[in-house]
């Protein structure tokens, strides 16, 4: 007797497989690749005997089986085949189930023995029965467990595969199986891809915002996100007259469920999609078409419109100012002064996180206390696409994509789109270029010869042809996938850069400068692209000289913030590029610290940073103590002191001001030759949360500035708590001095001194 359901689904044909492949393979009957399957209680031992490898898999009813650790890949195959025997005395209607466990650990399964309806048909004691199951894609015969995802790639490269029995009532013996093998699937497709029949999403959307279009994959392809073996791409004609030609992308969908214990898990649904994603920036009519090209050939699909209408946010994307290089404005022209908050991850842990619930969480409150810029990162455990399965099993190594993390982020984006906020999209990390110190992520990268990448040492990466190539393939993908947002506000392409094992600035420069002219020619958004540096005093020009890198970015965690902020704010403030301290506060290592640690440093970070004529406050990296410790209720100050100020063209310049009786007091100021900005500040009256009843602060401080036209200046003393003017004052100056008394100084002050008229 043969069962199992060969014909059934065999689905569409295989393409990008080896030349060749042998009519079959037997699978290793060995000792070492079998074992007890755990799931069933009833399993008692497994054994291979005899020359013909027959496995013997003894146990008891109502369920016990085996499990195979599969160390092949069944790419190429169609069947999978078996005979197997049971024993005299074992119940008749034992069910069968065959089980495999995908790349991913997936699980599909299915019972060959089962009729339409159902039952299990009698086995027949002492007698061979044959049983072959097809492994070709799209096939409905596996059937998904704990997700729903179809079965497309499941047996290209298994983890496990597994035989059960199941009955009601009392049985034991032992089950032989033999001739466990794979087959081969002879009919290798010629023709060419059939033309793609694309849907959209919707038939007209408002400028800047994303048109979609989706269809099915109808072939299986061994790697979908090289373009070398299937290349995908939107092609659309503007109002203008102007083509213009986006990549698409492989895309499995999920849906989002959270665990008892508040953890986001994702479970996979259906079958996997091709989309292509497009911003359109003219409004009026487009027209578009795709383009599918394997290696049997090309196709295309008909034809499609769409409409764009007026744009529901119509300041666009970001850019550098063209009025003032060292500021970012809008598209429309709009001053561009961002509050921007590092949210690194949803937790730190691949499972144990809340990942977009977290960001849910958080993106309502940033909005609402005037935070406009989030940066986040494609870290292993959080949203990264490309790592190894030594860390995880939802990786695929070099050129495999985790479709679980880009979901993750197409959430994310989404969620930045509701609520108004820009994402700072950081794409590497140092720790991944490190095997020592320093978050060391090395073990796990794929790259990385120990895990079957091609890199013996980190240091090699900048230098290797190779990796910018496969570099180049991931950065396609994240531009297919997310580059039409209006959304993203940057790519960051390295955060702490530096700090890479063996870091080389020459081949640092170059490999930044290659990659970043590959984004911009591939990306058909002007999105910004930068880079980051954590050792600015040692590092940094070297990147910052880079025309390809348009704004500058490094730490502040050195030394105290007012501190450590200046020295290098000094050591960049030729760069005509508009920087950011994207990351300020206590480092790690110093964790934990008291609460009046935590105020000191958010709060002189902050206005210190925002002092400086460059593009934006520094940017806090602790999100979850922003919240914990209600720092936000200390930027709404700042944020009102700046709202509607201009800086642009004004040529500001650092200035320090010499406080007479001052001594205990610090200041920040910048200034122009008709305007000036003053915060006055005691560091350590900083460590609480509002000033000590009855404090009368500091008292007949004067303020004295040098560089300002001679004339009669109008005076603001501003609260740094609540934001509103407590005095005004007129103030003269003569042979370009003026001297400004102050109100006490509690614990801080800030000023806005101008030219009358």
């Not at 037997?26 to 497994?46: F, I, K």
């Not at 939802?394 to 197409?410: F, K, P």
């Not at 790259?447 to 570099?471: Q, T």
């Amino acid at each position: 007797m043969v069962v199992g359901l060969v014909a059934l689904g065999l689905g569409g044909p295989l393409v990008g497989w080896a030349a060749a492949q042998p009519v079959s393979l037997a699978l290793e009957m060995e000792a070492r690749n079998w074992r007890p399957c755990e799931l069933d209680a009833g399993s008692r031992a497994v054994k291979v005997v005899g020359e013909s490898s027959t496995l013997q898999i003894t146990g008891e009813l109502p369920a016990f089986g085996a499990s195979y650790r599969c160390p092949e890949n069944w790419e190429g195959y169609a069947a999978l085949s078996f005979e197997l025997r049971v024993p005299a005395g074992f119940p008749a209607h034992t069910d069968l189930q065959v089980y495999l466990k995908d790349f991913h650990y997936y699980w599909y399964q299915v019972h060959p023995l089962r009729e339409a309806e159902g039952k299990a048909q009698p086995l027949a004691a002492e007698k061979w029965i044959a049983v072959k199951l097809p492994l070709t894609p799209f096939n409905s015969v596996w059937q998904p467990g704990g997700h729903r995802k179809i079965w497309y790639d499941a047996w290209v490269w298994p983890k496990e595969l597994g035989i059960r029995f199941f009955g009601q009532g009392k049985g034991s013996g032992t089950v032989e199986v033999r001739n466990l093998r794979l087959e081969d699937y002879r009919e290798q497709e010629t023709s060419p891809p059939s033309a793609p029949r694309p849907v959209a999403a919707a038939q007209a959307v408002p400028q800047y915002e994303k048109f979609e279009l989706t269809w099915p994959v109808e072939r299986y392809y061994s790697n979908p996100y090289d373009p070398e073996v299937v290349e995908v791409e939107g092609h659309f004609l503007a109002p203008s007259g102007q083509r213009i030609t986006v990549p698409g992308f492989f895309y499995q969908g999920y849906e989002r469920t959270r665990t008892a214990q508040g953890h986001e898990k994702l479970i996979p649904v259906g079958a996997p999609e091709w989309k292509v994603r497009f911003a359109p920036r003219e409004t009026g009519t487009y027209r578009y078409f795709v383009t599918l090209k394997d290696m049997r050939g090309e196709a295309k699909s008909a034809e499609g419109k769409f409409e764009t209408t007026a744009a529901l946010q119509p300041r666009g994307l970001a850019r550098i100012s063209q009025q003032d290089p060292r500021y970012f404005e809008w598209e429309n022209g709009e001053f561009l002064y961002p509050g921007i908050i590092n949210m690194r991850d949803g937790g730190d842990q691949a499972e144990a996180q809340a990942g977009t619930y977290e960001f849910e969480e958080f993106f309502p409150r940033f909005r609402e206390r005037g935070i406009s810029v989030v940066r986040t990162w494609m870290a292993a455990w959080w949203a990264g696409i490309e790592w190894s399965q030594a860390y995880h099993s939802r990786y695929g190594g070099v050129g495999g994509y985790a479709q679980y993390n880009a979901w993750r982020l197409d959430y994310t984006f989404d969620l930045a789109a509701e609520h108004d906020l820009y994402l700072e999209l950081t794409l590497g990390s140092h720790g991944q270029l490190r095997q020592d110190k320093f978050d060391a992520e090395w073990d796990y990268n794929p790259y990385s010869v120990e895990n079957g990448g091609y890199l013996p040492a980190p240091y090699m990466f900048f230098s290797s042809a190779r990796a910018r190539e496969d570099m180049k393939q991931r950065y396609r993908y994240i531009v297919a996938r997310w580059g039409y947002s209006r959304n993203l506000f940057s790519y960051d392409l390295w955060n702490e850069i530096d700090l890479s094992e063996g870091y080389s600035p020459r081949e640092s420069a170059a490999w930044h400068q290659e990659m970043a002219r590959y984004l911009r020619a591939l990306d058909p958004n002007p999105h910004l692209i930068t880079s980051h540096i954590a050792l600015y005093w040692q590092a940094g020009d070297e990147l910052w000289q880079l025309p390809e890198i348009q704004y500058l970015q490094s730490d502040s965690y050195w030394k105290r913030r007012d501190v450590g902020m200046n020295e290098s704010f000094g050591k960049r403030s030729h760069y005509q590029k508009p920087f950011v301290f994207i990351e300020y506060g206590p480092q790690t290592v110093e964790l934990p610290v008291p609460e009046s640690r935590w105020l000191q440093e958010f709060r002189s970070g902050m206005w210190v940073s925002s002092m400086m004529p460059w593009s934006a406050p520094g940017a806090f990296w602790y999100n979850r103590e922003w919240e914990a410790y209600r720092l936000w209720e200390f930027q709404g100050g700042m944020q009102a002191f700046w709202t509607g100020e201009e800086r642009r063209g004004k040529g500001y310049r650092s200035t320090q001001p010499h406080l007479q009786n001052g001594e205990g007091l610090n200041v920040q100021a910048m200034m122009s030759e008709e305007a000036a900005f003053l915060y006055v500040y005691d560091f350590e009256g900083l460590g609480k949360r509002e000033p000590s009843p009855g404090a009368g602060g500091s008292n007949r401080v004067t303020a004295h500035i040098t560089g300002l036209q001679p004339g009669t200046y109008t005076v603001e003393f501003w609260n740094t708590l609540t934001g509103e003017i407590t005095s005004r004052s007129e103030a003269t100056c003569t042979e370009r001095k003026l001297a400004l008394p102050l109100p006490p100084v509690v614990q801080d002050l800030a000023i806005k001194i101008r030219r009358a008229g």
